[in-house]
């Protein structure tokens, strides 16, 4: 998403699953360009997985963890506490972002996760696993 060109992320990790190699992952700041990613995250990562990419013809999956560090449960009974709170349940979640990311990177991750017109309340199990 070009949109968020620029955004940059202070801690970020990013794992690489190509075809029949070992996962790798490399975690530090990460920039999102109009290309692609970049910033010593990319870089890291890039730069250790040169070989596999080539070898299974640049063709893998790569995961971004925003959260790096923290269990996925962890970060979901944050995010299941910070909705519960009285003064947060009736905001629009795309307007509140409970991570500290930059406001742009949140709303594309709502977007993509659960209905962006919804409340923090009407929020259903299966959206907030996908935040």
Known sequence: DRSLAGVSVPDAALTLAAEDA?????????LVTHRGLSGPAALRLSAVAARDLAR???RGSLLLDLAPGRKKKAVFDDLRRFKDRPHVCRKN????????????????????????????AQLSKVEMHRL
């Not at 070992?22 to 990460?30: D, E, F, K, R």
């Not at 972002?97 to 742009?104: A, D």
């Open 22 to 30: 070992p996962p790798l992952t490399a975690s530090g700041a990460l």
């Open 93 to 120: 979640v795309r307007n509140v972002n409970p991570l500290g990311l930059p406001r742009s990177l949140w709303s594309a991750l709502v977007k993509s996760a659960a209905d962006s017109s919804k409340d923090w």
């Open 56 to 58: 299974c013809q640049y």
